[in-house]
């Protein structure tokens, strides 16, 4: 069954609305024409690997599809031109506070007034999904499953998802999100149609954050034109880049990476001690998205020298994600994250010349 209160998700940014929230998508016509051409003709999917960068609006897509399948219940699949749902759709509400029966959605668990958010989809999760695909839809319709995200799930969480779609019961549908599809499962990708979102352009761009309720969306137009110059297509970095601490925190961070291999300690220091501040984690998030998109541009900048050579900084960032996530478990220290980070990307730099 379905979770039946709203809780705020463990990546949704300080006043901005979450993508279930949300009944419009901008950017992506061609991804919401190609459900629709599938689900008209009467042979949708049953699976779909939605990837793209994090923050572009694949978390969105889905629950608006989720919210179009569920609204049309057993009705017979026919060519529609949108996937908007009639103003006042009764299963659009329920999707919106997650409590529609046929709708589950695996996530990082949520944080409560004891226990922090989780840093991984637990087993748990994914069999109280089973539970569900395990019964018929009361209304003979689809039964739903969003997963956000893939990249999220270990692997016995992805294992028990790949039973459910090897072998899905009638009429149901899995929205499987992804950061960095080429990383899922293979036998998960191997089972799903493939829909690949492509960052925002400058103009859909600005009307998401134009859309979005005051502060956000009420931004001066130079603060706006600055923070989607470096938000690299994605609605969540630009939405971070407004506000004035976390875009000092990008522009702190980038200058580190630029003068590596030298490293001046004495701002790493204040980094880290303000990343380990109670309350600092989206900023770390921010500043390990900075050092990723930072060492994805080396690497693509330098494809030609083989992926050998460019080896060590893809595996910093791999092993930084690993202790962040390490870190947020355990509630450790964050500040040695942060020092040792810097460190290891100096050492890969050198490697790397």
């Given at each position: 069954m379905a979770d039946k209160t709203p809780l705020a998700e463990p990546d949704q940014l300080p006043g901005a609305p979450h993508p279930r929230e949300r009944d419009v998508l901008f950017g992506h016509e061609e991804a919401e024409r190609a459900f629709l051409d599938a689900?008209?003709?009467?042979?949708?999917?049953?699976?779909?690997?939605?990837?793209?960068?994090?923050?572009?609006?694949?978390?969105?897509?889905?629950?608006?599809?989720?919210?179009f399948v569920l609204d049309r219940g057993g009705r017979t699949p026919e060519p529609v031109a949108s996937l908007d749902v009639p103003e006042g759709s009764r299963a659009a509400r329920q999707v919106s506070v997650l409590s529609h029966p046929g709708l589950f959605v695996?996530?990082?668990?949520?944080?409560?007034?004891?226990?922090?958010?989780?840093?991984?989809?637990?087993?748990?999760?994914?069999?109280?999904a089973l539970q569900l695909f395990g019964s018929t839809a009361a209304d003979a319709g689809y039964r739903v499953c969003i997963v956000d995200?893939?990249?999220?799930?270990?692997?016995?969480?992805?294992?028990?998802?790949?039973?459910m779609v090897e072998e899905p019961p009638p009429r149901s549908l899995f929205l499987i999100l992804s950061h960095a599809p080429q990383r899922v499962l293979p036998t998960i990708r191997s089972r799903c149609r493939k829909l690949l979102l492509r960052p925002l352009a400058d103009d859909p761009l600005a009307r998401v954050i134009r859309s979005l309720?005051?502060?956000?969306?009420?931004?001066?137009?130079?603060?706006?034109?600055?923070?989607?110059?470096?938000?690299?297509?994605?609605?969540?970095?630009?939405?971070?880049?407004?506000?004035p601490e976390r875009a000092r925190t990008?522009?702190?961070?980038?200058?580190?990476?630029?003068?590596?291999?030298?490293?001046?300690?004495?701002?790493?220091?204040?980094?880290?001690?303000?990343?380990?501040?109670?309350?600092?984690?989206?900023?770390?998030e921010l500043t390990l998205e900075t050092v990723e998109r930072w060492a994805i541009s080396i690497v693509e900048t330098r494809a030609g020298e083989g992926a050998r050579r460019l080896a060590p900084l893809v595996?910093?960032?791999?092993?930084?994600?690993?202790?962040?996530?390490?870190a947020d478990t355990y509630n450790l220290d964050r500040r040695p994250l942060v020092l040792t980070l810097f460190g290891d990307l100096a050492e890969a730099v050198r490697a790397t010349r």
């Amino acid at each position: 069954m379905a979770d039946k209160t709203p809780l705020a998700e463990p990546d949704q940014l300080p006043g901005a609305p979450h993508p279930r929230e949300r009944d419009v998508l901008f950017g992506h016509e061609e991804a919401e024409r190609a459900f629709l051409d599938a689900y008209g003709s009467g042979r949708l999917h049953h699976a779909w690997l939605i990837g793209g960068p994090e923050g572009i609006g694949k978390a969105t897509l889905a629950y608006r599809v989720a919210k179009f399948v569920l609204d049309r219940g057993g009705r017979t699949p026919e060519p529609v031109a949108s996937l908007d749902v009639p103003e006042g759709s009764r299963a659009a509400r329920q999707v919106s506070v997650l409590s529609h029966p046929g709708l589950f959605v695996l996530r990082r668990v949520p944080a409560t007034e004891k226990k922090a958010a989780s840093t991984t989809i637990p087993v748990d999760e994914v069999r109280r999904a089973l539970q569900l695909f395990g019964s018929t839809a009361a209304d003979a319709g689809y039964r739903v499953c969003i997963v956000d995200a893939a990249d999220d799930l270990i692997p016995a969480s992805a294992n028990a998802l790949l039973k459910m779609v090897e072998e899905p019961p009638p009429r149901s549908l899995f929205l499987i999100l992804s950061h960095a599809p080429q990383r899922v499962l293979p036998t998960i990708r191997s089972r799903c149609r493939k829909l690949l979102l492509r960052p925002l352009a400058d103009d859909p761009l600005a009307r998401v954050i134009r859309s979005l309720p005051e502060p956000i969306g009420s931004a001066p137009d130079d603060a706006l034109s600055t923070a989607i110059g470096a938000a690299e297509g994605s609605a969540r970095r630009a939405i971070a880049l407004l506000d004035p601490e976390r875009a000092r925190t990008v522009q702190t961070v980038e200058g580190l990476l630029a003068a590596l291999p030298a490293i001046d300690w004495r701002k790493v220091g204040a980094l880290a001690d303000r990343l380990a501040r109670r309350g600092a984690e989206q900023d770390l998030e921010l500043t390990l998205e900075t050092v990723e998109r930072w060492a994805i541009s080396i690497v693509e900048t330098r494809a030609g020298e083989g992926a050998r050579r460019l080896a060590p900084l893809v595996e910093v960032c791999e092993k930084s994600a690993r202790a962040a996530a390490e870190a947020d478990t355990y509630n450790l220290d964050r500040r040695p994250l942060v020092l040792t980070l810097f460190g290891d990307l100096a050492e890969a730099v050198r490697a790397t010349r």
